[in-house]
Each structure stands twice: as structure tokens, then as C-alpha cells.
């Protein structure tokens, strides 16, 4: 049941039986020359519809299509609402939705630089007696099957993206390697994201991505995360987990009591 094709009447109605809602989260940003920039809310929003097929009582408001992405600025396309955005956006909406009488938000977030935002808002909403709970999919994935595990555009969310529509993968660039450059010296060479790598273990050293890589997709350190290796397949057996577990989730979690109602 999604929010923007119900009216207020029945909203109402949903209320006197659910105090549960669903938003998806995502961000615009740049997952390697394969990718789209909507990846991170293409798949949550995919998620939605799967989930709305199979669980048709959840109600699911529309996503927010913007994040916090700093780290990936500089990627033409790749624009970010920071976290301090995103805290504000992400509570004004929740806080509204509690004031109707929902008091269990369930966030299905599509990406790690969302997380600190998502943590307030939820820290923020418990102490107004409400629950909410963030489903980072690619986390949950990478631990419901080992063989899932992935990092950014990598095979996991590449295998994601062709689940929803493989005309989205630009497999001309899907041999790519991730191209690390712009070591800090030759100790400390540049290893993922704004980290570098010393004696086999990372350290941050906080610079722009589009400084340490001109493609874009990240292992993570996880070298067996390459994009060539994720299939239709994999992507749609991922998906048909993910909406599982999701609508299980939902149903646990709107059983559970309250903060402050055992
Ligand atoms: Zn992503």
C-alpha cells in the first residue's frame, strides 16, 4: 500500500489496525561507470514493489531520492544533502507521520552515508516513545548469504541493478578495475574509499573519492566483489530474500512493544 495513491480516509483506516510505515532511503551518487546514480534508491524502491506484492497491509511512503554523499562529490551527477540535510529531511517527515499516529518507522536504506542521519532520527523518535528501525539491505544481504557480501558497484549491487533492469548496466565498463590512484606516499598507498593501507590494515585519511579513483565502484577490500561477476540471477535470488526478510521484519516488529510500553 503505497502512500501517494491512498487518500486520508484511508489512512485513518490503516491506523486503527497499523502504527507501521516503511520509507525507503537512497542517494544520487556515483557507483562506477556501470552503474546509475539512482542505485542506492533504484533498489529500495524495487525492494518496495516486491514487498508491496507480498505484503499488501504494510503501508510504504515514497522515497527520499537524496542522501548524504559528501565523500562522492566531484562525480558529475552526484549531489548530496550532507547528513545534518538529511537529519532535518528524514525527521520533519517522521515527526509528522508520528503526530498522525504511526510509532513504528521502518527505514530500508539503501546507503552507508545515510546511516549517522537515519541513527539520530531514530534516537530522536525513541525518546518520543516510537521505534525505528533501519534495514541497510546490502548488510543484511551480505549476511543472510556469505556469497552476497559486497561493496559499492561491486558485483553485489550490480547483481541488484540487472534484478531491476539489466538495461541500467553499462556492461561495456563492467571489466573495469576499480583504478586506485593518488597514493599519499608510497608507504600509504590509497586502498578504498578515504582509506589507505599500512601493514595489511586500513587507515582513514579523509579525502574526496573522486581524488583516489576515476571509475568509481569500491571492493572495499573485498577484491572478490569485482561487478563482472554478478548475474540476472543472483540479483533476483537476492531480492526474493531481502523481501522475505523484510516483510517478517515488519511483522515481528509491529508486534513489539513500545519504549516505555513493556
Ligand atoms: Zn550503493
Known sequence: MFLERISYPEVQ???????????PVGSLENHGKHMPLGTDTL???????????????????????YGATEDLRGFPGTLSIGVEG?????????DQLFDYGFRRFIILNGHGGNSKSIDQ?????????????????WLIAGQLNAEWKGGHGGGEETAAILAVDPSLVH??????????????????????WTSVLFQGASVTIP????????????????????????T???????????????CDFAKAFSRAPLPGNP
Not at 483506516?13 to 520509507?23: D, R
Not at 599519499?184 to 590509497?190: A, F, K
Open 121 to 137: 532520527a531514530g534516537m530522536h523518535l525513541y525518546h518520543r516513545g516510537a521505534y525505528l528501525a533501519c534495514l541497510n539491505w
Open 43 to 65: 533498489i529500495p524502491e524495487h525492494l518496495c514493489d516486491l514487498v508491496d506484492a507480498a505484503f499488501p497491509d504494510l503501508l510504504i511512503a515514497p522515497p527520499l531520492h
Open 171 to 192: 556492461q561495456e565498463f563492467i571489466h573495469l578495475p576499480e583504478n586506485m590512484r593518488n597514493d599519499v606516499s608510497d608507504e600509504l598507498p590509497s586502498y578504498s
Open 232 to 246: 540476472e540471477a543472483m540479483g533476483q535470488e537476492m531480492m526474493t530474500a531481502m523481501c522475505r526478510y523484510i
Open 13 to 23: 483506516a490503516y491506523l486503527q489496525k497499523s502504527q507501521t510505515v516503511l520509507l
Open 86 to 94: 538529511l537529519r532535518i529531511l528524514l525527521t520533519t517527515i517522521l
Open 207 to 230: 579525502r574526496p573519492v573522486c581524488s583516489i579513483t576515476d571509475n568509481g565502484w569500491l571492493a572495499h577490500g573485498m577484491g572478490s566483489d569485482a561487478p563482472s561477476r554478478a
